[in-house]
Every structure is written in structure tokens, then in C-alpha cells.
């Protein structure tokens, strides 16, 4: 099957980030979960799977409404990449939080999980985003690094390419 972007954006930046992940791998589907059915994941194979860190570093409110629903799908032999936004200054106790939510769930259902990226370059004090010196997806932050983001995303997708298309 071919792949898809789900994403979930509160004020447009992780809208932007799906899309430009999308132009950079070409032939893929966009959906923002707000206006979709979140069982159209059912149907692909291979997936992006992004959105921002609110709150107290939390899922953003499309994806906490999405939430059950979502953890309910069987994401088992799916390949599946993730993508996250937060702001490493004001948030530094919980910067991409969201993503390490996200992981948390999906790595506990047998997907193939890729795209692990260094957390050199950024200044944040905790992430449940963050194993061992690594952030289990994409990180962007669009406050204070955005013009890093572009680079950033050039050389994840060039990662992920081959097990994601």
C-alpha cells in the first residue's frame, strides 16, 4: 500500500511540517485527523505520524480527542515514522513530550518504528521524546530553530526514504 501523513496542528506548524515532508518524499497522502476519520489508518501500510506538544506536555487537543480511538487501531507490521513540534526554551522540562506519548503507544503494538534522529543541536533539559541520546522521530522546533527545519526535514525523509516509500 502506499504511505500517508497524519498529523493533528493546533496553530498550522505541524500542518506545514507534514506538507513539506510530503513534498520532499513525493507521492504521499496528507491528512489532518481533525477532518478525517482516524480509521483511514487502516489503510496504509507505511505512515508518518506527527503533531505538537501542549500544555504540560501533552498531545494537542485533535489528538487527545483522537486518542482513544487511535490506540484502539492495529498498527502491528506497519512502518511507521513519527514527526514532532515544541519549543525547547519555553518548554524545556517537557519539549516534544507529545512524540514520546506517541511512541510510547506505538512501540507496544509491534510496528516497525524508524527515523530516530540525534538530539545534538538542541537545548532542552527533559524529553519523554529522548532514549539514549536519540528522539524517536522528527524534531522540529518552529520558535526558536525554523530555520534549521528545512535541513532537518531534508535529511530525516533522505533517512527514511527507502523504508517508508
Do not use: P
Not at 507534514?18 to 505512515?47: C, P
Not at 487501531?73 to 507529545?98: M, R
Amino acid at each position: 500500500m502506499a504511505t500517508a501523513i497524519f498529523y493533528a496542528s493546533s496553530t498550522g506548524n505541524s500542518e506545514e511540517i507534514a506538507n513539506k515532508i510530503a513534498q520532499e518524499l513525493g507521492e504521499v497522502e496528507v491528512f489532518d485527523i481533525s477532518s478525517t476519520n482516524i480509521e483511514e489508518i487502516n489503510k496504509y501500510d507505511k505512515l508518518i505520524i506527527g503533531g505538537s506538544t501542549w500544555g504540560e506536555g501533552e498531545l494537542n487537543d485533535d489528538w487527545d480527542e483522537a486518542w482513544d480511538s487511535f490506540k484502539s487501531l492495529d498498527l502491528s507490521n506497519k512502518t511507521i515514522a513519527l514527526f514532532g513540534l515544541g519549543d525547547q526554551e519555553s518548554y524545556s522540562d517537557e519539549f516534544c513530550n507529545a512524540l514520546g506519548i506517541m511512541y510510547e503507544h506505538i512501540s507496544s503494538t509491534n510496528a516497525n518504528i524508524i527515523g530516530f534522529t540525534s538530539s545534538e543541536g538542541y537545548n532542552h533539559d527533559d524529553s519523554k521524546a529522548e532514549i539514549d541520546g536519540k528522539f524517536v522521530g522528527l524534531v522540529i522546533d518552529e520558535d526558536n530553530q525554523d530555520d534549521l527545519t528545512d535541513e532537518r526535514i531534508k535529511l530525516w525523509v533522505e533517512e527514511i526514504k527507502s523504508d517508508i516509500l
